[in-house]
């Protein structure tokens, strides 16, 4: 089908908080609505407008005959597994509704292989110069049970970082669970050490949180706007004991996530390119 019959739905969560939540998410689409790739590009959250719900009636059914649904979140979980399904209506892979469009549900950015290659380079950018092998890269995540897929997707990269032997030292570590942020000093023997946060967006986490782990801020401020938080990211390096730490923004927030987005929609035509169409289940009805 002629990509001008495709349209891209980027599904975000979204905050009724933090307006820098949703912020990654419609930069991502504006600059693939700027490739003219597809016939219409939209976004929609869970916590803000547009609703999912709303989402369903976005596109055009004349204009858009296929909807790729692409979930921006950093794993797999409850929202993309349950969620995200559920409020779309979706089947599936592959749904074809009432109207004749037919919706096509892509894997999370986060699940894509490029995701290591923006990592490195974002800490290569973040440490400019900065010989890698006198090193440590930290992959931070949230961590807990509530958030066990993102913590195993931290993991992950980082031990494909690592089998790289690039860095002196790659680990995971994590906000609420060990191997914990905060012991950042007795994980880490090298010199310079390069904090990259593993989230979709900027927020609570990589503003405050985070750094006062790391003691390059103070505890959490209830004057500042979370906006201001931007600064932290600015001041680089910060010198503790007599060594280098440079912290990086959350990798979501990477512009380069758009290629990510449109690769996850050509990953889903190699992979599902014969899957049989199924109908939207009515969420409503009682069987």
């Known amino acids: 089908m002629s ?50 719900r709303d989402a369903i009636f976005l596109f055009d059914p004349k204009a858009a005959r296929e909807v790729y649904v692409v979930p921006n979140f950093i794993s797999e979980g409850y929202f993309t597994q349950t969620v995200i399904p559920r409020e779309l209506e979706l089947n599936g892979r592959s749904t074809k509704r009432p109207n004749g469009q037919v919706w096509k549900y892509c894997e999370p950015v986060g699940n894509h292989p490029l995701v290591t290659e923006l990592l490195l380079q974002r800490a290569r950018e973040i440490a400019p110069g900065v010989p890698e092998t006198e090193t440590s890269l930290l992959i931070v995540a949230h961590g807990t049970d509530l958030n066990e897929n993102s913590a195993a997707a931290a993991k992950r990269e980082a031990e494909k970082i690592r089998a790289l032997g690039k860095y002196a030292d790659v680990l995971n570590v994590y906000m609420e669970e060990a191997p914990l942020v905060a012991g950042w000093r007795k994980l880490t023997k090298s010199p310079n050490v390069v904090v990259v946060p593993f989230f979709i ?83 409503d009805s009682k069987s």
């Open 3 to 52: 990509n001008n019959a495709r349209a891209l739905l980027i599904v975000g969560h979204g905050s009724t908080v933090n307006p820098d939540s949703s912020a990654p998410t419609l930069a991502h689409a504006a600059e693939i609505r700027r490739r003219k790739v597809f016939v219409d590009v939209e976004c929609a959250f869970w916590k803000e407008e547009p609703s999912l």
């Open 201 to 283: 967006s900027d927020g609570l986490h990589s503003y405050e949180d985070i750094p006062v782990l790391l003691g390059i801020a103070k505890e959490r401020s209830t004057s500042n706007p979370i906006s201001a938080g931007g600064e932290i990211f600015q001041r680089n390096p910060y010198k503790i004991d007599n060594r280098s730490l440079f912290y990086a923004p959350s990798i979501g927030t990477d512009p380069r996530f758009a290629d990510i987005i449109v690769a996850q929609v050509n990953l889903f035509d190699d992979a599902f390119s014969g899957i049989i169409l199924a109908q939207p289940q009515n969420f």
